[in-house]
């Protein structure tokens, strides 16, 4: 498990996930990385990686990767 940021402000695994569940407050929720990485101060390529992990540690929401043309759409869902 990583480290606290030292200067207090959420990691970007914490930003995702209260983003995320912000988001299904209103019921399903699908996006692709591109579209919501600039809002959470990230890349892409990152909140996909991340989304992988909450993927495998979220218990109490859904998370499913949709294949892909050119970009992964993501389902997310509470449990």
């Known amino acids: 498990m990583s480290e606290p940021p030292i200067d207090g402000s959420?990691?970007?695994?914490?930003?995702?996930?209260?983003?995320?569940?912000?988001?299904?407050r209103n019921g399903n929720y699908y996006f692709k990385c591109?579209?919501?990485?600039?809002?959470?101060?990230?890349?892409?390529?990152?909140?996909?990686?991340?989304?992988?992990?909450?993927r495998d540690s979220a218990t109490d929401l859904e998370v499913q990767k949709w294949g892909n043309a050119r970009a992964t759409t993501w389902y997310v869902q509470h449990r």
């Open 10 to 24: 959420e990691s970007a695994k914490e930003r995702l996930d209260a983003y995320l569940r912000r988001q299904v």
């Open 34 to 54: 591109k579209f919501i990485a600039e809002e959470l101060d990230l890349s892409a390529y990152e909140v996909g990686s991340l989304m992988t992990d909450l």
